[in-house]
């Protein structure tokens, strides 16, 4: 047990700053806060993290992560209202949960259409998703894909591939967000705010 | 084993947005990264962080981290000669081993002088560097303490109390940093520079 603490503090600064917003100074510095606090903080994060990373898994159904076959929204039968809205990836789904407006299921696509990257539909979930509508007695599908060219190209495919399933497909409205200022648009938001625009 | 993954996974975001640089947003940002690597790099993270919290201690000596009694560079006889290295934290005694200029020992004090904070001389250590200088025949203290107030002032008290022990005490030399540009430097540094000019 004599190894160099050295090395595995250098390994520790390696692994964290391979994580997003972090660099190798950063890291260092994160480091150092932790291994003042290593009795407290440091061994709270490391048991969270290895269990975390050990009883994870991909809900079967919807792709959200769960600790079970099915995920928390899955297995509640309060949420199967008829709604199955598709998100791009999991921080999609925590976005539109954190909007409380939605109370139906999800489907993770876990990306977007891409013949550069080949990824295709069945890598996508696509195929799971058109066997969820006839079982779960689906009457609507809610495209909450980004507003890129990835995301409204996916969504295209999903639309189409609905088509004929007698399922609503609706997308998420475009406008100016809550609390936006004009001034600050691009101007395809406010062609599209104008375009869209309601009765108040 | 049915707990919703949401509060365990909520709960790693809460721990890790108490690291510095990191916010609550980062850190959701950081624990889906580390979902979707789940097998590979979190489980890596959260070994790495369990060995370091549970091996690391403070050297009986001069307080750098190690996994024994001694710390690697105290263990070390090449490093005995005579001169030990007075610095503020952990992160001063790794950005003066980066330097590779000094092959002395350390002395971490843990922080400074504060009669505000109620920090005392033995809080930071400083009879215990006393009692290094006669078993480790030490002929010079070099005080790499911050240019703060508060660094300066404990490098003041330990020169006071160094007075009348024999030993060499010696601060950093103050100049113009290596690459520096003198229009973005402060008046402080450049009039420092000026008076310790050196015949080139």
Same mark, same amino acid.
Request: negative net charge; glycine residues 10%.
């Given at each position: #047990?004599?190894?160099?603490?050295?090395?595995?503090? /250098? /390994?520790?600064?390696?692994?964290?700053?391979?994580?997003?917003?972090?660099?190798?100074?950063?890291?260092?510095?994160?480091?150092?806060?932790?291994?003042?606090?290593?009795?407290? &903080? #440091? +061994?709270?994060?490391?048991?969270? #993290?290895?269990?975390?990373?050990?009883?994870?898994? /991909?809900?079967?159904?919807?792709?959200?992560?769960? #600790?079970?076959? &099915?995920?928390?929204?899955?297995?509640?039968?309060?949420?199967?209202?008829?709604?199955?809205? @598709? @998100?791009?990836? &999991?921080?999609?789904?925590? +976005?539109?949960?954190?909007?409380?407006?939605?109370?139906?299921?999800?489907?993770?696509?876990?990306?977007?259409?891409?013949?550069?990257?080949? @990824?295709?539909?069945?890598?996508?979930?696509?195929?799971?998703?058109?066997?969820?509508?006839?079982?779960?007695?689906?009457?609507?599908?809610?495209? $909450?894909?980004?507003?890129?060219?990835?995301?409204?190209?996916?969504?295209?495919?999903?639309?189409?591939?609905?088509?004929?399933?007698?399922?609503?497909?609706?997308?998420? $409205?475009?406008?100016?967000?809550?609390?936006?200022?004009?001034?600050?648009?691009?101007?395809?938001?406010?062609?599209?705010?104008?375009?869209?625009?309601?009765?108040?």
């Amino acid at each position: #047990m004599s190894a160099d603490p050295a090395d595995r503090i /250098e /390994e520790l600064t390696g692994l964290l700053s391979r994580l997003p917003g972090l660099g190798p100074r950063s890291a260092r510095r994160v480091v150092l806060y932790l291994i003042r606090r290593r009795g407290t &903080l #440091m +061994a709270q994060i490391a048991r969270s #993290m290895e269990q975390v990373a050990r009883d994870t898994r /991909e809900c079967r159904q919807c792709g959200n992560v769960s #600790m079970d076959e &099915l995920c928390a929204i899955c297995a509640n039968p309060a949420r199967a209202n008829g709604q199955i809205c @598709v @998100v791009e990836d &999991l921080a999609d789904l925590w +976005a539109v949960e954190r909007g409380r407006a939605f109370r139906g299921r999800y489907h993770v696509l876990g990306g977007t259409l891409s013949a550069l990257d080949a @990824v295709g539909p069945e890598d996508l979930g696509i195929p799971r998703l058109l066997d969820r509508i006839g079982p779960e007695s689906v009457s609507e599908v809610i495209l $909450a894909l980004n507003a890129t060219v990835e995301g409204q190209t996916t969504a295209h495919y999903i639309a189409d591939a609905l088509h004929d399933s007698g399922v609503t497909v609706t997308g998420l $409205a475009q406008g100016v967000p809550i609390g936006g200022e004009l001034d600050y648009l691009d101007d395809g938001t406010i062609s599209a705010a104008l375009n869209a625009r309601k009765r108040v």
